[in-house]
């Protein structure tokens, strides 16, 4: 069974940045779908960033020229850089990994932003 791993989740000042890890225990074979959503307590978990394989690269606006999600296939690992950081961006973030036979889901990680 596979399992995701999250980690650099914290604390952080706005206008700071963190990176967001989502390590996979074992290749997924036939991966094609890779997320990070996030979720803030009354509010439904929104899609934040995702790779489609062959594809691209998707952003909510409210991210645009902020994060960037990205991939390393030899650590079976996918990244969000999160730079400029807001208050508003305060969550707990989950990883999503899809094949075409699994849904996969990180435990979830905090991130706040604040003074």
């Known amino acids: 069974q596979v399992q995701l791993v999250e980690s650099g989740g914290g604390l952080v000042q706005p206008g700071g940045s963190l990176r967001l890890s989502c390590a996979a225990s074992?290749?997924?074979?036939?991966?094609?779908?890779m997320a990070w959503y996030r979720q803030v307590p009354g509010k439904e978990r929104e899609l934040v960033a995702s790779?489609?394989?062959?594809?691209?690269?998707n952003y909510i606006d409210s991210v645009k020229g902020r994060f960037i999600i990205s991939r390393d296939n030899a650590k079976n690992t996918i990244y969000l850089q999160m730079n400029s950081l807001k208050s508003e961006d305060t969550a707990v973030y989950y990883c999503?990994?899809?094949?075409?036979?699994?849904?996969?889901w990180g435990q979830g990680i905090q991130v706040t932003v604040s003074s």
């Open positions: 999503n990994r899809k094949s075409m036979f699994r849904i996969y």
């Open positions: 074992q290749n997924i074979f036939g991966e094609n779908f």
């Open positions: 790779i489609i394989t062959g594809t691209g690269i």
